[in-house]
C-alpha cells in the first residue's frame, strides 16, 4: 500500500523560500506521476506541480511559474517542491499526491495529510 508523506511547510516571511518534501512507502516513484497540489481555506483545489517520471513531461500552475521548482531523488524515493519568492497568497496546505494532473484541470489519485506553508502578509 502506497503510503505519502510530506514535510517542510513552515511560516515564513514574503520573498523567503522553503523546500517541501515528498517521500512515498509502499511504492516506488521512478515510474510515478507525482506532483503537488494546495488547497487554502475558502478556495478550491489548486495544482501547482505535476511530473510524469517515465516522458519527463511537466506542469506548473500559472501562478508559482518562474518561483518554484522540483527535483527528485529517486533512491530516496522522494520528490523536492522548491518554493522561491513566496507571497501571501502562496499560504495553503501543501499536499502531494500520486497520480496528479498534468493540467491545470483534472483529478488527483491519493495524497498524504500535507504540510502547512504560511506566508506573513
Known amino acids: 500500500q502506497v503510503h505519502i508523506m510530506e514535510s517542510g511547510g513552515e511560516l515564513v516571511l514574503p520573498g523567503e523560500s522553503l523546500r517541501l518534501s515528498c517521500f512515498i512507502s509502499?511504492?516506488?516513484?521512478?515510474?510515478?506521476?507525482i506532483g503537488w497540489f494546495r488547497q487554502a481555506p475558502g478556495k478550491e483545489r489548486e495544482g501547482v506541480f505535476c511530473?510524469?517520471?517515465?516522458?519527463?513531461?511537466?506542469y506548473f500552475g500559472d501562478s508559482v511559474k518562474g518561483r518554484f521548482t522540483f527535483s527528485r531523488d529517486d533512491a530516496k524515493n522522494t520528490i523536492y517542491l522548491h518554493l522561491n519568492n513566496l507571497k501571501p497568497e502562496d499560504t495553503a496546505v501543501y499536499y502531494c499526491?500520486?497520480?496528479?494532473?498534468?493540467?491545470?484541470?483534472?483529478?488527483?489519485?491519493?495524497w498524504g495529510q500535507g504540510t502547512q506553508v504560511t506566508v506573513y502578509s
Open positions: 499526491a500520486i497520480p496528479c494532473s498534468l493540467s491545470a484541470t483534472g483529478g488527483y489519485g491519493i
Open positions: 509502499g511504492g516506488s516513484i521512478e515510474n510515478a506521476v
Open positions: 511530473t510524469s517520471s517515465n516522458d519527463g513531461r511537466t
